[in-house]
């Protein structure tokens, strides 16, 4: 036992640093996924709904009851909410218009 005990206290001090910065990293990525995905549960259906329709029609509306489930609405939060309907459209290739915040939301691909 005091041999591991010394192996453990003679690591150099870079390895533990190099060890702690990529496991920090690690857990970031793994943070940063997390929350586009579960701090919004239906995204990936929305995702693959969009997606499916796309791949045989010009255009994909998806209306209020559908997209609140994943941006909720918020009178208060109108506007960041388009941001984040319209980075979310960029992200997957899409171009978004927003019709009467409220109502509905048409997704179109980027040529």
């Not at 941001?83 to 997704?107: C, M, Q």
């Amino acid at each position: 036992m005091p041999e591991l005990l010394f192996f453990a206290i003679n690591i150099p001090a870079i390895w533990i640093a190099g060890l702690v910065g990529k496991s920090s990293q690690m857990l970031r990525n793994k943070k940063r996924r997390y929350s586009q995905t579960a701090l919004r549960p239906g995204l990936q259906t929305l995702t693959n709904h969009i997606r499916e329709r796309l791949g045989t029609h010009k255009s994909c509306s998806v209306f209020e009851t559908d997209l609140e489930r994943v941006f909720p609405f918020d009178e208060t939060r109108r506007k960041k909410r388009i941001a984040e309907i319209e980075a979310y459209a960029k992200r997957n290739g899409w171009s978004v218009r927003v019709w009467d915040p409220g109502l509905r939301v048409t997704f179109r691909k980027l040529d």
